[in-house]
């Protein structure tokens, strides 16, 4: 009679529900779908230009490395913004390092040739012969 007293017994033990709640999972899953989907356009652009309009064919950008030249003069190297100075001292290292299959400037239509023909010039100068300016297709009427 102890046990009577203690608690309930073998009679009244409850039964534990030992099934998962997969509404609470599908809740998460649906929010982090939503959350990557907002986030993943802004991780692919880099720095918003205007790029000049010439007639060109696609390229492919696949092991390139990108520069972009800002209206400003700001140049970024891939993701690095840095100055000309900072961009000829280092643009040696970055190409050793990654070994592109080519590399694409990206000006904005706004940059004056000269900072252009200049960075030109420094991409040479480390030995890339398949240098590239990218550019947006030139409408026809």
């Known amino acids: 009679m102890a046990l009577g007293a203690l608690g309930r017994g073998r ?10 709640n997969i509404i609470n999972l599908v809740d998460v899953v649906l929010v982090l779908l939503i959350v990557f989907m907002v986030t993943a356009p802004m991780l692919q652009g880099g720095i918003e230009v205007n790029l000049p309009k010439a007639v060109a ?73 398949n240098a590239g300016i990218v550019v947006e297709p030139e409408t026809r009427r």
Not at 11 to 20: D, I, K, M, P, S
């Open 11 to 20: 009679r009244g033990r409850r039964h534990l529900n030992a099934e998962v």
């Open 57 to 129: 064919r696609p390229m492919d950008t696949r092991d390139a490395l990108t520069i972009t030249i800002t209206r400003d003069g700001t140049i970024m190297l891939e993701d690095a913004e840095v100055t000309i100075e900072e961009f000829r001292a280092t643009f040696g290292v970055v190409i050793s390092r990654k070994t592109p299959s080519g590399v694409y400037i990206r000006p904005d239509a706004a940059v004056p040739s000269g900072d252009l023909v200049r960075v030109l010039g420094i991409v040479r100068e480390a030995g890339i012969q």
